[in-house]
Antibody, heavy 119, light 106 residues
Framework: QVQLVESGGGLVKPGGSLRLSCAAS????????MSWIRQAPGKGLEWVSY????????YYADSVKGRFTISRDNAKNSLYLQMNSLRAEDTAVYYC????????????WGRGTLVTVSS | AIRITQSPSSLSASTGDRVTITCRAS??????LAWYQQKPGKAPKLLIY???TLQSGVPSRFSGSGSGTDFTLTISCLQSEDFATYYC????????FGPGTKVDIK
């Protein structure tokens, strides 16, 4: 079954850290570029970070640059997002999404994992 | 950064209605535009890419048009399962999403 499953979300205090994971199955993960996209409660979608199929090219939104790190392990069919120095405004559902062969639109999404930053 | 606006922000419609949602980019983006449908508590679902290409498996009542700065998503005959929020996304320069249009039952 072609799917993405996120994990690792939870409640964290401001300034804290969290690592999200996304497990891919049913397709050749190493062929695809991937992104993390988030959605604050009741709000719209915000792209967070992008990684190429090999991991050699990475981009971040200005809102997370210097605090978040995207990575992948193609041998484990997994995508990661290390989030440091978390702020209340980082509270959101975080989705991993498959990029359609480097075209920057997203044809497969996970169900998301909720990150809540609160004291 | 390219800004995306959508109109209306919400609309009420009945089953069988024809619905049109507009997306406007702050600068020309050629046809680098996608549309997504999102239902409450669910992940977005890709409907259309390249402004007018229907994603595999998406019903033909959905269509997209436009290029440059102005785009539309049309649902020709609204079905009960189409009540949702719709987002457009530009991918001409990195990517940004529009604020969404909620389609609910009249």
């Amino acid at each position: 079954q072609v799917q993405l499953v996120e994990s690792g979300g939870g409640l964290v205090k401001p300034g804290g850290s969290l690592r999200l994971s996304c497990a891919a199955s049913g397709f050749t993960f190493s062929d695809y570029y991937m992104s993390w996209i988030r959605q604050a409660p009741g709000k719209g979608l915000e792209w967070v970070s992008y990684i190429s199929s090999s991991g050699s090219t990475i981009y971040y939104a200005d809102s997370v640059k210097g605090r978040f790190t995207i990575s992948r392990d193609n041998a484990k069919n997994s995508l990661y997002l290390q989030m440091n120095s978390l702020r209340a405004e980082d509270t959101a559902v975080y989705y991993c999404a498959r990029d359609n062969l480097g075209n920057w639109y997203f044809d497969l999404w996970g169900r998301g994992t909720l990150v809540t930053v609160s004291s | 950064a390219i800004r995306i606006t959508q109109s209306p922000s919400s609309l009420s419609a009945s089953t069988g209605d024809r619905v049109t949602i507009t997306c406007r980019a702050s600068q020309g983006i050629s046809s680098y535009l996608a549309w997504y449908q999102q239902k409450p508590g669910k992940a977005p679902k890709l409907l259309i890419y390249a402004a007018s290409t229907l994603q595999s498996g998406v019903p033909s009542r959905f269509s997209g048009s436009g290029s440059g700065t102005d785009f539309t998503l049309t649902i020709s005959c609204l079905q009960s399962e189409d009540f949702a929020t719709y987002y457009c996304q530009q991918y001409y320069s990195f990517t940004t999403f529009g604020p969404g249009t909620k389609v609910d039952i009249k």
